[in-house]
């Protein structure tokens, strides 16, 4: 009730605030899940030598 009466009185709205807020949080999860799967693809294909990856990257630009 406090809070309400004070958003009024200085003419906060709280939906920008609010939704700003979800925003970023949501955009620090889905950064923490990325980086997650990230590290644990590199775990699988750090036995793959480097040359290998590049042949497999070349091998895919050049089929589409």
Not at 8 to 16: A, L, R, T, V, W
Not at 24 to 39: F, G, H, Q
């Amino acid at each position: 009730r406090k809070l309400k009466e004070l958003l009024d009185k200085y003419g906060i709205k709280p939906s920008p605030i609010i939704r700003k807020a979800l925003e970023e949080e949501v955009r620090r999860r889905m950064l923490n899940e990325i980086e997650e799967k990230a590290r644990k693809l590199s775990k699988k294909v750090s036995h793959i030598p480097d040359e290998e990856i590049v042949r497999i990257i070349r091998e895919g630009r050049e089929r589409r």
